[in-house]
């Protein structure tokens, strides 16, 4: 029986050069922590948040995510959500436009999503509060997944400042394999042994770290929260001094309490 002849697509081939089919892909979850005593308060920070990080600027992060690893946006989308959040997607390629036409403008309000040829870049924001001790965390979740010889580790430390944050959960991980002229294969590219190495010493000497890596499967896992607490910078509406003493340590003890269940992964009993 005489197969079907399949129908042309619109979307024109990328040519690939040096193939490699190792896939590098580092995963960010990203946590900011906030201390609002008042409804009002919670509110206003969460629409803080939701401004702050809306769709156009996380465009712009992960568009300058693509410039530092070497890639080209191939195709964006975007999309804020009521009543918060917000997600980009981006399909990116890597170091060539090869007969590509320019990516069309989308309207701000339309979802938006960039494609690398064998890759993408991707985040999504998680604004919440705690229903009663006036805790509120805003997370961000942040994959960057390419193949070829380009890394996103590049960007490790671009994502990290860029975000503020107060605990960082990363993975990183090779999968596949690719040939040398020999036909040998090849499990990894380049040299890792920490996603520690990867970063600056300023972030360094800011965070406390843990890693969990396995590595004869090139699975990488490193934790990080802040090493000092200025109460300062948590609480939302109001200062320290305004607080009286005992109820400025009250606080003080939730925001190190959620804090540390974050960074740990579990309830802890106070």
Request: hydrophobic content about 35%.
């Amino acid at each position: 029986m005489a197969k079907a002849k399949p129908k042309p697509t619109n979307n024109p081939r990328l040519k690939l050069l040096g193939f490699n089919n190792l896939t590098k892909s580092l995963s960010f979850n990203i946590y900011d922590i906030c201390y609002a005593r008042s409804k009002q308060h919670q509110q206003e920070y969460i629409e803080y948040i939701d401004e702050a990080y809306n769709a156009e600027r996380l465009t712009a992060i992960l568009t300058e995510v693509a410039r530092i690893i070497g890639a080209n946006i191939l195709n964006v989308a975007r999309q804020d959500y009521d009543p918060q959040g917000a997600s980009v997607t981006m399909l990116i390629s890597e170091g060539h436009h090869d007969g590509l036409p320019t990516p069309k403008k989308k309207n701000d309000k339309e979802s938006v999503v960039a494609h690398l040829d064998k890759s993408h870049i991707t985040v999504h924001t998680y604004p919440e509060t705690h229903p009663d001790n006036g805790i509120s965390t805003f997370r961000a979740d942040i994959d960057v997944s390419t193949c070829g010889k380009i890394s996103p580790l590049k960007a490790l430390n671009y994502l990290i400042k860029s975000f503020e944050s107060d605990i960082v959960v990363m993975d990183y991980r090779v999968r596949g394999f690719t040939r040398n002229v020999r036909g040998m294969k090849h499990f990894i590219d380049h040299n890792v042994e920490s996603i520690q190495d990867f970063l600056s010493a300023d972030i360094k000497n800011r965070y406390q770290m843990i890693d969990v890596n396995v590595y004869q499967e090139f699975i990488f896992h490193t934790k990080m929260r802040l090493k000092e607490l200025d109460l300062d910078t948590y609480l939302f509406g109001e200062g320290v001094t305004e607080l009286p003493p005992r109820e400025a340590k009250k606080i003080r003890d939730n925001v190190n309490h959620e804090i540390s269940e974050i960074f740990y992964g579990m309830n802890i009993s106070r």
